[in-house]
């Protein structure tokens, strides 16, 4: 079955800072891939997505994640951070005909002013 | 679009009680899903359903737990006898289908057994 691995249980970073959160996932083969963020008491809204083509996806908010087949990753990046951006992260994949949504652990966001 | 509608949004309940949480699906939305988050585990899927058939419950924890969609805008899960390690925020998602469909999340139910 897939999973993902995001490494960063906490990170912290500057307003204006650039920011990358890691996810690895493991799926024997191309899987779907998802960028869900949290913000405090809510419900998870989705980022973005990759299904197949364009490995490098855009989203909402400013954000971008790129598909990295041989390094099994799914990094999502935002060249400058804003205050409204502190909440939490969750890497997701499903596989290929099931949809058996696995998510990440979750990343949690701090913006320093 | 109204989104994802969950009730209740917060429940406090003592244990053995029984705990039913309502989702009120996008409309037009086929595919629906019951997830628990806890800090311990994460996001879980216990539940989805297709059509308002279930398909694959093998996330639901346990016989205390059970789920039903009676029609296509109404779901239930629900919890008999609640225990405090049931304390969790339960979400419910919806998509247009099952495999790979962005799933629209509601704003959870907060459950807390005493």
């Known amino acids: 079955a897939q999973s993902v691995t995001q490494p960063d249980i906490h990170i912290t970073v500057s307003e204006g800072a650039s920011l990358e959160l890691r996810c690895n996932y493991s799926?024997?083969?191309?899987?779907?891939l998802f960028w869900y963020v949290q913000s405090p008491g809510q419900g998870l809204q989705l980022l973005l997505k990759?299904?197949?083509?364009?490995?490098l996806v855009q989203g909402i908010k400013g954000f971008e994640a790129e598909f990295k087949r041989s390094q099994s990753s799914f990094n999502l990046r935002k060249p400058s951070v804003h205050w409204s951006d502190a909440a939490e992260y969750f890497c997701a994949v499903v596989g290929y005909n099931n949809n058996d949504m696995r998510f990440g652990a979750g990343t949690r966001l701090t913006v320093k002013p | 679009d109204a989104g994802v509608i969950q009730s209740p949004r917060h429940e406090v309940t003592e244990m053995g009680q029984e705990v039913t949480l309502r989702c009120k699906p996008i409309s037009g939305h086929n595919s629906l899903f019951w997830y628990r988050q806890t800090m311990m585990r994460g996001l879980e899927l216990l539940i989805y359903f297709n059509n308002n058939v279930p398909i694959d419950d093998s996330g639901m924890p346990e016989d205390r737990f059970s789920a039903k969609m009676p029609n296509a805008s109404f779901s239930t899960l629900k919890i008999q006898p609640s225990e405090p390690r049931d304390s969790a925020v339960y979400f419910c998602?919806?998509?247009?289908?099952?495999?790979?469909?962005?799933?629209?999340f509601g704003p959870g139910t907060r459950l807390l057994v005493l």
């Open positions: 990759y299904f197949s083509g364009d490995t």
């Open positions: 998602a919806s998509s247009l289908g099952i495999y790979q469909e962005t799933q629209y």
């Open positions: 799926y024997g083969a191309t899987p779907y």
